[in-house]
């Protein structure tokens, strides 16, 4: 079971790494570091888990992956802490308030004191830790050992301070946040690192009573499993608390995503007829969609200024006549402004690629209230679902109506 929740937290620490994976090419340095604090997370937890042990104990040198691991959540650690400064930015101020103040004091410090601790640990785990077996947990497995107590008490005293220095900061940026979804996510993360620190307080007064007083092997490996328990709790909290915060830019960018993969279409339909229009040679719909350059809203606001542009330019090649001929047609249908205007388009765009085209534009389409870059797209939505159920057909049969109607209206005037 525990294995089981070992892996569970480092695939979800993992995922949430892999999906704020951008920030590290477009991001500013607030989110690089909240992402080197997800990766440094996902890599100690990757090292905790049973089979990564299994097979780093395969290698000459004995608990490698403990070593590693402190390495890893060190860079964690201070990843964190950067995040904290950089969450605050940069301000002009000529009084600096104390909580940023002390932030960046204790960024300085962190630094300083990481590259110390990890020099001396590096050192004690080759001197004086004893590493005759290879561990599975390593505190309870080396309980009662002086030099196994002294490597680790070094790592969670760092660990125990960092946590409380960050559970203060982000319960205190909690009470200011804005938003629901901020102060729940940062009331989460602010949990998990009071989680941390109960952690580091259990298995330090763990360690050293042992040192004095030999307890019990099952009640030894008992702490162990509960003390790893709230170690997974920990980061599935901490999960948690960065990600809801991101659920409504989330959920913008899989409605844009899937914008875009619906627009695809008719975009595509449009400038392959007109291929001045777009800053850049339509591509595949899968590139198109999964490309991460430029960002998916000005992709978006892109397509949707392309397909205005040319549907601008077909009003040369549509008849004045096409679009009430169009809108008769498809009085009936459920949706009777959109499929006009989708069967319109797509009457137009037959007329451009045989070449037809008239000095004088057809009247422009009908105004629709539209009031920013997402209406738009809501509408234009619309219009691609009506352009994808039109047939050739259909297209065939409204061209012939108008024409058929342009040619009585000419008889009409000639008989005046």
């Given at each position: 079971?525990?294995?089981?929740?070992?892996?569970?937290?480092?695939?979800?620490m993992?995922?949430?790494?892999?999906?704020?994976?951008?920030?590290?090419?477009?991001?500013?340095?607030?989110?690089?570091?909240?992402?080197?604090?997800?990766?440094?997370?996902?890599a100690?937890?990757?090292?905790k888990?049973?089979?990564?042990?299994?097979?780093?104990?395969h290698?000459?040198?004995v608990?490698?992956?403990?070593?590693?691991?402190h390495?890893?959540?060190?860079?964690?650690?201070?990843?964190?802490?950067?995040?904290?400064?950089?969450s605050y930015?940069?301000?002009?101020?000529?009084?600096?308030p104390?909580?940023?103040?002390v932030?960046?004091?204790?960024?300085?410090?962190?630094?300083?004191?990481?590259v110390?601790?990890?020099?001396?640990?590096?050192?004690?785990?080759?001197?004086?830790?004893?590493?005759?077996?290879?561990?599975?947990?390593?505190v309870p497995?080396?309980a009662?050992?002086?030099?196994?107590?002294?490597?680790?008490?070094?790592?969670?005293?760092?660990?125990?301070?960092?946590?409380?220095?960050t559970?203060?900061?982000?319960?205190?940026?909690?009470?200011?946040a804005?938003?629901?979804l901020?102060?729940?996510?940062?009331?989460?993360m602010?949990i998990?690192?009071?989680?941390?620190?109960a952690?580091?307080?259990?298995?330090?007064?763990?360690?050293?009573?042992?040192?004095?007083?030999?307890?019990d092997?099952?009640?030894?490996?008992?702490l162990?499993?509960?003390?790893e328990?709230?170690q997974?709790?920990l980061?599935?909290?901490?999960?948690?608390?960065?990600?809801?915060?991101t659920?409504?830019?989330?959920a913008?960018r899989?409605?844009?995503?899937?914008?875009?993969?619906?627009?695809?279409?008719?975009?595509?339909?449009l400038?392959?007829?007109?291929?001045?229009?777009?800053?850049?040679?339509?591509?595949?719909?899968?590139?198109?969609?999964?490309?991460?350059?430029?960002?998916?809203?000005?992709?978006?606001?892109?397509?949707?200024?392309?397909?205005?542009d040319?549907?601008?330019q077909?009003?040369?090649?549509?008849s004045?006549?096409?679009?009430?001929?169009?809108?008769?047609?498809?009085?009936?249908?459920?949706?009777?402004?959109?499929?006009a205007?989708?069967?319109?388009?797509?009457?137009?765009?037959?007329?451009?690629?045989?070449?037809?085209?008239?000095?004088?534009?057809?009247?422009?389409?009908?105004?629709?209230?539209?009031?920013?870059?997402?209406?738009e797209?809501?509408?234009?939505l619309?219009?691609?679902e009506?352009?994808?159920?039109?047939?050739?057909?259909?297209?065939?049969?409204?061209?012939?109506?108008?024409e058929?109607?342009?040619?009585?209206?000419?008889?009409?005037?000639?008989?005046?």
């Amino acid at each position: 079971m525990l294995a089981l929740a070992a892996y569970t937290a480092a695939t979800t620490m993992t995922a949430v790494a892999v999906w704020r994976l951008p920030a590290v090419l477009y991001g500013d340095a607030h989110r690089r570091a909240l992402w080197g604090c997800y990766m440094g997370f996902a890599a100690a937890l990757w090292l905790k888990s049973p089979g990564v042990i299994s097979l780093m104990n395969h290698q000459p040198i004995v608990d490698l992956s403990v070593l590693l691991k402190h390495y890893v959540s060190t860079g964690a650690i201070l990843a964190i802490l950067t995040y904290v400064v950089a969450s605050y930015g940069k301000t002009d101020q000529e009084v600096i308030p104390t909580h940023v103040a002390v932030a960046r004091w204790i960024e300085r410090v962190a630094w300083k004191a990481a590259v110390a601790m990890l020099g001396l640990m590096t050192v004690l785990f080759f001197t004086v830790v004893n590493r005759l077996h290879p561990s599975v947990d390593f505190v309870p497995d080396h309980a009662g050992q002086w030099g196994a107590i002294l490597y680790e008490t070094i790592f969670y005293v760092y660990l125990g301070a960092s946590s409380a220095v960050t559970c203060y900061q982000w319960s205190s940026a909690a009470r200011r946040a804005d938003t629901r979804l901020l102060r729940t996510g940062l009331g989460l993360m602010a949990i998990a690192m009071a989680i941390g620190v109960a952690y580091v307080a259990i298995r330090t007064s763990f360690m050293w009573v042992t040192l004095a007083t030999p307890l019990d092997a099952g009640f030894n490996h008992q702490l162990g499993v509960y003390t790893e328990y709230m170690q997974i709790v920990l980061f599935m909290i901490f999960a948690a608390g960065v990600s809801i915060p991101t659920t409504n830019v989330a959920a913008s960018r899989w409605r844009s995503w899937r914008a875009l993969w619906n627009l695809y279409p008719l975009w595509r339909d449009l400038v392959a007829v007109f291929p001045d229009v777009p800053f850049q040679k339509p591509r595949s719909r899968r590139r198109e969609v999964l490309r991460t350059d430029p960002p998916m809203d000005v992709r978006l606001d892109r397509w949707t200024q392309d397909i205005a542009d040319v549907v601008e330019q077909l009003r040369h090649h549509a008849s004045p006549v096409l679009l009430p001929v169009i809108e008769e047609a498809v009085d009936s249908s459920e949706d009777p402004q959109a499929a006009a205007e989708a069967l319109w388009i797509k009457a137009a765009l037959l007329n451009a690629r045989e070449g037809l085209r008239s000095d004088v534009p057809a009247p422009a389409l009908p105004s629709k209230p539209i009031a920013d870059t997402h209406a738009e797209v809501t509408w234009l939505l619309r219009v691609e679902e009506a352009y994808a159920a039109a047939t050739d057909l259909q297209v065939r049969e409204v061209l012939a109506s108008a024409e058929a109607e342009e040619l009585a209206m000419e008889m009409e005037e000639m008989a005046l």
